[in-house]
């Protein structure tokens, strides 16, 4: 069992860089995958990012390619999300994932994962 705590949301104005975090505690697996997803309001859960850290494995979305980066941070079991050049389309709430079993790709895809963090909400206003 493993829980995740999200962390960094906020509110802030177009332009403008949020970083998030999160956290994972108890029984890690080795292999962990730890990925970030949001869902705008209105809308799906989409993917965002996602990091092996065994295995130096990250994927983007193409929506955030070139603005958000996804990496570990110092503390272990803990992955940060640095969000640049945000903008209106990036309002949603930012949900962390991780996963208990290997997985060798679809990184992207929420059934891959078995643990799901509350989320933080980002909003992106004028």
């Known amino acids: 069992q493993v829980s995740l705590a999200e962390s960094g949301g906020g509110l802030v104005q177009p332009g403008a860089s949020l970083t998030l975090s999160c956290s994972a505690s108890?029984?890690?697996?080795?292999?962990?995958?730890m990925g970030w997803f949001r869902q705008p309001p209105g809308k799906e859960r989409e993917f965002v990012a996602a990091l092996t850290p065994s295995l130096g494995n990250i994927y983007y979305a193409d929506a955030v390619k070139g603005r958000f980066t996804i990496s570990r941070a110092n503390a272990e079991n803990t992955v940060n999300l640095e969000m640049n050049s945000l903008g209106l389309e990036d309002t949603a709430m930012y949900l962390c994932a991780a996963t208990g079993h290997p997985i060798f790709g679809a990184m992207y895809s929420a059934n891959e994962y078995d643990y799901w963090g509350q989320g933080t909400q980002v909003t992106v206003s004028i």
């Open positions: 108890g029984r890690i697996f080795s292999g962990i995958t």
